[in-house]
């Protein structure tokens, strides 16, 4: 990930809520994204890789190599690759916008949950592109807060997901990027856009998405700002646990939960 900050922060609890969305969403976003044996894959903004263990059992022939600014977040990512026997995987610290690569270095690009951190999330893929060989694809995938609806209906829960999107504005970030991929994408230079929602709905039919979505990955990430949301008097105390507790009210047997993430794919049409 490029130096922005990240609105979520790098505690334990947030290496955990990670790895269980990585889990929990493994089908619905990475099942059409296989590399071919051989082939050179950039991971752009790894983070504790809980994408990256993901990408590398998907494709474990090919060569990734996986970036982040962090050091911390490069620690946790070798640690949990070799946790999980993984060997088709280099790690090295970099900035996105000043990567240490030559042009044509890489057959393939994977970009997830990254641009919604950065101020200028466009012109880093801009610097991405001549990366690329000519024909290579470009794979990015984002959330987009703005598409939680949930029943029962709550007011106050709605304000605790508007304060997270506000507060990830304040940081820089965008919280709703993952509607804008398309454009993003195609005005970065790309070809052969294409772009595509993947709702996540829960209900009780579906008990792993309950646990595994609703309530360690969503609302374990609102949960995550809290502190910020009361220092900076967004929400009253009273307010803010009702919100949480009207999240966590979704996931009781008459409750429904729905999110949606975006995943767009391109080319680099060469110069």
């Known amino acids: 990930m490029a130096d922005n900050a990240y609105v979520h922060g790098y505690s334990a609890r947030e290496s955990e809520r990670l790895a269980d969305q990585a889990q929990t969403l493994t089908e619905l976003l990475h099942h059409d994204t296989r590399y071919p044996a051989g082939t050179r894959v950039l991971e752009a903004g790894c983070g504790i890789g809980a994408q990256t263990v993901i990408l590398a059992k998907n494709s474990p022939k090919a060569q990734i190599t996986s970036i982040d600014i962090s050091t911390e977040s490069l620690r946790l990512a070798e640690d949990n690759a070799r946790y999980e026997g993984i060997t088709n995987v280099t790690f090295r610290q970099g900035d996105i916008f000043h990567l240490p690569f030559e042009p044509a270095s890489f057959d393939h690009i994977f970009v997830c949950f990254v641009l919604e951190h950065l101020t200028e999330p466009q012109r880093a893929l801009e610097q991405l592109r001549p990366l690329l060989k000519e024909g290579g694809t470009l794979t990015v995938i984002e959330g987009d807060h703005g598409s939680t609806f949930f029943h029962p209906e ?106 949606t993430f975006f995943k767009a794919t391109a080319r680099n049409p060469g110069s």
Request: negative net charge; hydrophobic residues 40%; aromatic residues 8%.
């Open 154 to 259: 709550n007011a106050d829960a709605r304000r605790a997901v508007d304060c997270l999107v506000h507060l990830q504005q304040r940081m820089g970030g965008n919280a709703l990027i993952g509607r804008q991929l398309y454009p993003l994408v195609a005005g970065a230079g790309y070809s052969e856009v294409s772009a595509s929602p993947r709702m996540v709905y829960v209900d009780a039919s579906r008990p792993g998405l309950v646990e595994g979505f609703t309530k360690l990955t969503f609302t374990a990430m609102v949960e995550g700002v809290e502190e910020e949301v009361l220092a900076r008097g967004l929400m009253s105390r009273d307010a803010w646990d009702r919100g949480i507790a009207a999240l966590y009210r979704t996931t009781e047997p008459d409750g429904v939960f729905c999110y």
